[in-house]
């Protein structure tokens, strides 16, 4: 009776769900990295890559690129919106759905950023991090990184106005015992402009181990817990908040997956002591999957040249998955924003509430500096309603860039496989030069999947 009683509560909890109808304008609620929110109506059959290049016209964000839609599928896992595919297939209940915008991709060099709005996103993003505990660092970096945010929205250091501040305000876990070092990082901050204080503050961050680490939980071929992440540099494996092992992309040949196991092929020069294939057990398949298309969009975005092109799908052709990267790369886009900025940038910044519990941190004084205790928690990150969106730009581009800005996404197909994989070309030059793009008679073709059940081509 227990039993039933659970599954029948189950069926009713799915069935208050509102579904899609067919035909049916979609009302989606996009949360910024500013907490400002706002509803976009658009058609089902229009493409993700639509809905997203909309929410970044909104913004007048040029560099869009390094930013993505996250949000909770049916499944219970968090997902990225794909570009390349219909909203109505990625989308199947729209009560209490809503969308994240916040960075997908972190360049090693927040210098490469070109815009002050981008730069500005990007801030906001290591506050966000910060503050939820995601961005763990040592005490000075927490205090130092704090103290370029303070410059920032409060401007020169002020005794009375920063103890008020601070005890108003969490930037981060375990804040009052950072107090004395805050204000002593921000009294040398003097006549720097918010602008400045956002790109100090990013030249802090990324020299921290897990700047831009997203750690998705996973076990190794022996059962041991640890995290993986996917960085411009390759594939990363951290136990607990140590980084044990990386595998750059001049190392793998071929990232797949099997039903909810990970797997990396090693190019045979790595090392006769070292395995050619390793294999990590994850939650779930849509986990696993989800964690290898990152992958394979990390990879295209810092390692090639220009977007991949869509492979002609055959009878002969159809098995493993067509997913690809869609948008500019990095190389394409530094090309196209040029050496920086004809103008200065005008935009509104807006002073975010923080959410972490000042309970909760007093309660646990090590959280700022142990990752094994705060594994990404999605749901921390989540806003409330009720905001209006005032992050605005002013950012203005000319013709030729505005046109390859707002270049229509191309579709693509699609197929539904339990295992799919992504071949690594094996490179000696250095990581910052760009891979040129492979055809897809190579024998080891990117980024579309060979199955593994497949024999290899002749």
């Not at 398949?285 to 975005?301: I, P, S």
């Not at 990150?381 to 270049?407: K, M, N, Q, Y």
Request: with cysteine.
């Amino acid at each position: 009776m227990g039993d039933r009683s659970r599954r029948t509560g189950r069926l009713g909890s799915l069935a208050t769900r509102s579904r899609v109808s067919k035909g049916t304008k979609l009302r989606l609620r996009v949360v910024f990295l500013d907490d400002s929110e706002r509803t976009f109506e658009v058609e089902q059959k229009v493409l993700g890559g639509d809905f997203f290049n909309k929410v970044c016209g909104h913004l007048k964000l040029l560099e869009k690129e390094y930013f993505g839609l996250e949000f909770r599928h049916q499944g219970g896992n968090y997902v990225w919106l794909e570009l390349l595919k219909p909203l109505a297939k990625q989308i199947k209940y729209t009560s209490d759905l809503f969308f994240r915008f916040i960075v997908k991709f972190f360049p090693p060099d927040p210098g490469q950023l070109k815009r002050g709005l981008t730069r500005y996103l990007f801030a906001l993003q290591i506050k966000q991090d910060l503050s939820n505990g995601s961005l763990t660092c040592n005490d000075n970096s927490a205090a130092l990184l704090v103290s370029h945010i303070l410059q920032s929205e409060l401007g020169d250091y002020d005794d009375e106005m920063d103890s008020q501040h601070l005890e108003m305000k969490q930037y981060v876990p375990n804040q009052e015992y950072l107090d004395h070092k805050i204000t002593k990082f921000h009294r040398k901050h003097r006549g720097a402009s918010p602008g400045e204080s956002d790109i100090q503050l990013l030249e802090v961050a990324r020299k921290l181990d897990m700047y831009g680490i997203r750690p998705h939980r996973a076990h190794d071929g022996e059962g041991m817990r640890i995290n993986l992440s996917v960085t411009h540099s390759g594939v990363l494996v951290f136990q607990g908040n140590t980084k044990i092992n990386t595998f750059s992309w001049a190392k793998i040949r071929k990232l797949s997956f099997k039903r909810k196991h990970f797997l990396i092929k090693l190019h045979d020069k790595v090392g006769a002591s070292c395995k050619d294939t390793l294999e990590f057990s994850m939650a779930s398949r849509d986990v696993c999957k989800c964690f290898w298309k990152t992958c394979v969009e990390y990879h295209a975005f810092f390692r090639l040249s220009e977007e991949p092109e869509t492979a002609p799908r055959t009878l002969l052709s159809c098995r493993g998955s067509s997913f690809r990267y869609s948008g500019r790369t990095q190389k394409q886009l530094l090309e196209c924003m040029g050496s920086g900025e004809k103008k200065p940038s005008n935009f509104e910044r807006t002073r975010r509430q923080c959410d972490y519990d000042p309970r909760q941190c007093r309660s646990s004084p090590d959280l700022l500096t142990d990752v094994s205790k705060q594994i990404y928690e999605h749901s921390r990150l989540f806003t409330r309603p009720g905001h209006v969106l005032a992050v605005r730009s002013e950012d203005e581009v000319d013709a030729r860039h505005r046109g390859v800005d707002d270049a229509n996404v191309r579709a693509g197909g699609w197929a539904k496989r339990s295992q799919s994989s992504v071949e690594v070309p094996h490179r000696t030059r250095p990581l910052a030069q760009v891979t040129p793009p492979l055809s897809l008679s190579s024998p080891v073709p990117h980024p579309l999947a060979q199955d593994e059940s497949q024999p290899p081509p002749p």
